[in-house]
């Protein structure tokens, strides 16, 4: 717990691309402990890199989820979306009164809400947090938001961290709202351009389409476009499958079609699931058996 020095101990809840980054980046002065766990660990073909990873950013890797929260005055949980109500009922019953639980992962506000009434009641103080842009190249300074009755007093400690977080409301669930709300936008995009190009080339008319678009959208470099999304879709579909799922939950809940969000993460989950990581079109339609 925080020593007489006013350093604190962080804990972990996943230890993937945005934990691995942030830890990378975080000024350690105040930390007296920066520990993780991750529910992976207990995987002989996960555990290796878990390991790796920890080791290479000077983090304590632990090995069950008492070691890193039994005495955590700080967590941050970043798992996959669909994962992220389960975790937080799991290191509840590690937590003290007092504990900050900052909940960055990708769910609904409706998720976030339920996650903090599972916390609440032992006297941890949740915080929803939202990341909104690719935590590379930024790191620790990649933009978040945080909402909640305690979101002033974890943007303090993120402060000191070195992050650059900007509150946006006292009530749990608005800064994943506009988290969720934007990657209906952003990752719908990405499902447009990845049906638009897979169905051009497979069709033998992906030089006239492109032209066609570039002629509409100059300022916009389809080329580049087309094989960032193939990248992100392939390495990160399944995570950002989870996310889609949330956010047409949340439009669900809105009371309005959710048709847009739901495609979308078919579409994430698709490509998510191939056995390759690529930005070649050719590569990915291969994968999907089209070629």
């Not at 878990?50 to 070691?67: G, K, S, W, Y």
Request: charged content about 25%; aromatic content about 6%; proline content about 4%.
């Amino acid at each position: 717990m925080t020593d007489p020095h006013g350093k604190f101990d962080l804990a972990l809840r996943g230890f993937g691309e945005a934990a691995t980054a942030f830890a990378s980046g975080w000024n350690r002065e105040k930390l007296h402990r920066l520990c993780a766990f991750d529910e992976k660990i207990d995987d002989a073909t996960e555990r290796p890199a878990i390991v790796e990873r920890c080791d290479l950013n000077d983090v304590v890797c632990c090995a069950t989820a008492q070691e890193a929260y039994g005495d955590a005055d700080i967590v941050v949980s970043l798992v996959y979306a669909d994962r992220a109500l389960d975790a937080a009922r799991d290191t509840a019953q590690y937590l003290g009164p007092g504990t900050l639980y900052i909940d960055g992962n990708s769910c609904s506000p409706q998720t976030k809400a339920r996650a903090a009434h599972v916390l609440e009641p032992g006297g941890t103080d949740y915080v929803d947090m939202a990341i909104m842009a690719p935590v590379y190249p930024k790191k620790q300074k990649t933009p978040i938001l945080l909402a909640g009755p305690k979101a002033e007093q974890a943007a303090a400690v993120l402060v000191q961290l070195g992050m650059s977080p900007r509150v946006v409301g006292e009530r749990v669930g608005q800064a994943s709202a506009i988290k969720l709300t934007r990657s209906v936008m952003i990752k719908g995009m990405e499902a447009v351009i990845a049906e638009c190009f897979l169905a051009a080339r497979l069709g033998g008319v992906e030089d006239e389409v492109l032209a066609s678009l570039e002629a509409s959208d100059p300022d916009i470099d389809w080329k580049k476009k087309r094989a960032y999304t193939m990248d992100r879709m392939t390495v990160h579909g399944r995570r950002r499958a989870a996310e889609m799922v949330e956010a047409a939950n949340m439009v669900a809940e809105l009371g309005l079609p959710d048709d847009m969000a739901r495609a979308t993460a078919k579409w994430e989950q698709l490509l998510g699931d191939l056995p390759i990581k690529s930005d070649s079109v050719d590569e990915v339609l291969a994968a999907l058996g089209k070629f």
